[in-house]
């Protein structure tokens, strides 16, 4: 039992969701959680702000250890419990090398990606233009193409035949896409990847709350 | 010598900077090299986009192992070359813990900058705001002042006593603001962590070239 850990999440947030995935695969279950309301703004809140002081989500503490960086917190996951549950960094060098590469490159693919979901709440309304809008859309569908291909050359995990980092990092990000109406059919490799991962017990667990009581967008469908 | 290496890189970038200055920690000397020109568009060339096709540098090679990701890179020759030159991720669970947060949140510092630095090269003359300019302005002192308040809690180094992953990481950002005209009064902490590491080994040795040729820009001196 995880009892020397802490996570405050948000539903639905990749950042939060890629370390609860990550905590199921060690088998690190138990631990103290609480989830948070952005709509409330409680990512605002004290609570957060004492662990995360840019008062955003995931805030996560090991100990008195604090790592609100998700993909930090993750490896440092597997580091501290590498014999513990799924081994998550593979131990051949060109597998592990991939599984960098990848795992790291998605804050690319999440940057982008909150460009264009996030344009209306993070531009203000006097600073927004629709070339801008164009501009980041076409930005978005090249980075998920250069995902799509990644699957077609390795699949069908990230970094090749096994479950990694990468894909603990990276499935959040590709179920929120989807979540936002992205066509399956334009991008068949991404949407297998999708779907097969959602019975992963570590995955369906965690699945958004949220996501099951609510419908999605369809802002991506003409990606 | 580390002749199954392969670096594409640009003078004074950050991230190819951060796989410098690794390379040197770890002893990795010797490996094949290629200074590019952004101003040529040269890291828009054949042989860049045939290793990272966002076009991009660093462009980086082990064996066949692609890892454009700086982080990524740096990670990976920790964890392939542990035993050799200075060890970059700390045994201690806290400083192991600080190490990852600090290497991983640096790309949002990293972010913030460009976001002012690079504001009139990203955005088209027409969508262009002087309330942008000021906001992401804001932000970045924001920023900055978290790393100063890192730097007050721990120090010498960002994780602690030694020099780890994240000052490889972290440290090219930092000169990078200092380069851009950051005041060192205002920002004391972060000066003297500047000014201290520049005659550390891999650091001295990897200074951009074009850094020791031109003068930098006044453009933070009122942060």
């Not at 990276?170 to 068949?188: D, K, M, N, Q, S």
Request: proline share 6%; net charge neutral.
């Amino acid at each position: 039992m995880a009892k020397d850990m802490t996570l405050l999440w948000g539903s639905g947030s990749p950042p939060c969701w890629r370390v609860q995935i990550a905590l199921e695969e060690k088998n690190l279950q138990g631990y103290n959680q609480k989830l948070l309301s952005f709509e409330k703004m409680e990512h605002k809140s004290k609570e957060v702000m004492d662990m995360n002081p840019r008062g955003q989500l995931p805030a996560f503490k090991h100990k008195t250890y604090v790592l609100n960086e998700s993909c930090a917190a993750c490896i440092y996951l597997e580091s501290q419990f590498k014999s513990q549950g799924n081994q998550l960094i593979p131990d051949c060098p060109a597998e592990q090398a991939l599984m960098y590469q990848h795992t790291l490159e998605s804050l690319t693919l999440n940057q982008k990606m909150a460009d264009v979901i996030y344009y209306t709440w993070k531009v203000p309304e006097a600073e927004r233009h629709d070339s801008a809008v164009k501009r980041n859309r076409e930005t978005l569908s090249t980075e998920l193409k250069l995902w799509e291909g990644y699957l077609q050359a390795s699949g069908p995990f990230l970094a090749g035949k096994n479950f990694s980092l990468a894909d603990v990092v990276v499935y959040p990000t590709i179920a929120y896409v989807f979540r936002f109406g992205l066509c399956e059919e334009r991008y068949p490799k991404l949407a297998a990847y999708y779907n097969s991962l959602k019975s992963r017990p570590s995955i369906k667990t965690t699945w958004p709350p949220t996501w099951l009581e609510t419908q999605g967008s369809d802002m991506l469908k003409d990606l």
